[in-house]
């Protein structure tokens, strides 16, 4: 994946979970993730498609549609064979500090979809 793919994947991805449109965002989902993709953090473990866009709509909902956050990567992106690195952070739409900041780790399947997601979440 060259540089110009990889950020247009990052901005559909960042995108996804700001997409209000629920049959888009679960479109999106599924261009973006494997079949049967995981997804780890320090208190889930999800597998597959169905786990993962109910994810993806359970943060929307709480993040960006009802306490009027947004997510965006902090500029330092990454990939390296099939993996991709990226911090990110959650502000206030309107403007002000982070509230939440963390890293995901990507691992590419060999269709270029996320076979395997790895967050971390970091201190504010």
């Given at each position: 994946m060259d540089t110009n793919q990889r950020d247009a994947f990052l901005a559909r991805y960042m995108g996804m979970w700001h997409e209000a449109d629920a049959a888009r965002r679960h479109e999106t989902v599924q261009a973006l993730f494997a079949a049967n993709a995981e997804n780890f953090t320090r208190t889930m473990q999800l597998r597959g498609l169905a786990e993962i866009t109910g994810r993806v709509d359970r943060s929307h909902t709480e993040w960006v549609a009802n306490k009027g956050f947004i997510f965006r990567?902090?500029?330092?992106?990454?990939?390296?064979?099939h993996l991709i690195k990226f911090n990110w952070e959650m502000v206030p739409k309107a403007g002000g500090a982070a509230e939440a900041k963390g890293l995901d780790i990507m691992v590419m399947d060999g269709e270029g979809?996320?076979?395997?997601?790895y967050q971390f979440n970091e201190p504010t």
């Open positions: 990567p902090t500029g330092n992106t990454d990939a390296h064979n979809r996320i076979q395997a997601l």
